[in-house]
C-alpha cells in the first residue's frame, strides 16, 4: 500500500429511505464496517477452514478455545479433560462444527471494503446506481494515522487495507490457532477471479461488526459525482460539503464521446 495514496468507496444518493446510510459517509464523515453475512456474493468469506490439517496439539488449542466461551469459569483439569474427548470424537472433522464456527467468524469480524480507483464504469454501475450516485476519495496516509490513533488512544485494532487476492479454486487455509493470529483474514480476502475488475483493498476490526466510525477531518478529500446523478441531488451533496470546516476537490464524471469510459472535470461548490 506504499504506493497508494487513495482508496475509493462508490455509494449511491436518492431519496429512498432504504439507502440513507449510504449518505453518511459525506453528511456525518462515517464509514461503515460491516459483517461477512451482508456482501452480496455467498462464497464471499464463506470458504471451509480445514480442521484437519492442523497439528494435534493446535487441535486441542482450538478446541479449548471454543469450550472456554461456553464455560469461562472451567478448571484447566476439566477442561484439558473435555478437549481431549472432543478430539477423539473428531470433534473438528463435524462438518455441522465447521460450519458453525465459520458463521461465527464471520458475524464477528467488522469489514470495510475499498477499491483503488474511481474510473471503473462497472463498479460505478453496480454499486453507485447505475451512475446516479458518488464516489468518495480517502486520503490513505491519514486514514493510517488516524487507525494508529485509535489503537494508542481507545484501544481499538483496525488493520492496515489488504489486497483481495482473486483466485478459480479454494485455496486450503488453516483456522487461527490463537486469540492474537491475524490469520483470520486470509479467508476474507480471497474472492472469485469474476470480481477481479473490483480491484478491492479490506480493512478489518476482529471482535466487532456492524458499526460505524466517524473520520477525522481530511482524510476525505475527494468526492466525485455520477455521471447520471440528479441535479437535485448534486446540490443536496455540495450543501453538504459547504458545512465542512475544510474544502475538498469535487469532481463529476462525464461519459465520454469516443469509447466506454469517463472524464472527470473539476466543479466549484
Not at 18 to 43: C, G, L, M, R, W
Not at 71 to 87: F, M, R
Not at 97 to 104: C, P, S, T, V
Not at 236 to 250: F, G, Q, T, V, Y
Request: contains cysteine; aromatic residues 12%; positive net charge.
Amino acid at each position: 500500500m506504499e504506493s497508494q495514496k487513495y482508496l475509493y468507496k462508490y455509494r449511491r444518493w436518492d431519496d429512498d429511505e432504504k439507502h440513507q446510510h449510504q449518505k453518511t459517509v459525506i453528511t456525518e464523515k462515517k464509514i461503515y464496517f460491516t459483517s461477512a453475512d451482508k456482501f452480496n456474493d455467498p462464497f464471499d468469506c464463506n470458504i471451509p477452514l480445514r480442521y484437519d490439517l492442523l497439528l494435534e496439539e493446535d487441535q486441542l488449542s482450538v478446541i479449548k478455545r471454543y469450550i472456554l466461551e461456553i464455560q469461562p469459569n472451567i478448571n484447566p483439569t476439566e477442561l484439558n479433560t473435555l478437549a481431549e474427548k472432543g478430539h477423539e470424537k473428531g470433534y473438528l472433522n463435524s462438518q455441522e462444527n465447521i460450519e458453525r464456527a465459520l458463521k461465527k467468524l464471520r458475524n464477528v469480524i467488522g469489514i470495510f471494503t475499498a477499491t483503488k480507483t474511481y474510473k471503473n464504469i462497472l463498479m460505478w454501475s453496480h454499486y453507485a446506481n447505475s451512475h446516479s450516485g458518488y464516489c468518495v476519495g480517502f486520503n490513505l496516509p491519514k486514514l493510517l494515522l488516524f487507525f494508529k490513533k485509535l489503537k494508542n488512544d481507545r484501544r481499538i485494532t483496525i488493520t492496515e487495507p489488504v489486497k483481495v487476492v482473486y483466485k478459480n479454486k479454494y485455496p486450503i487455509y488453516l483456522p487461527n490457532v490463537s486469540d492474537d493470529d491475524d490469520s483470520y483474514i486470509k479467508p476474507f480476502v480471497t474472492k472469485s477471479k469474476l470480481w477481479k475488475y473490483e480491484d478491492e483493498y479490506r480493512i478489518f476490526r476482529s471482535g466487532l461488526a456492524n458499526f460505524s466510525l466517524q473520520l477525522d477531518e481530511g482524510i476525505i478529500s475527494k468526492v466525485i459525482l455520477g455521471s447520471m446523478m440528479e441535479s437535485k441531488h448534486r446540490e443536496e451533496i455540495k450543501l453538504e460539503l459547504c458545512k465542512w470546516p475544510n474544502r475538498i476537490e469535487l469532481f463529476e464524471a462525464k461519459m465520454r464521446k469516443d469509447q466506454f469510459g469517463l472524464d472527470f472535470e473539476r466543479i466549484p461548490y
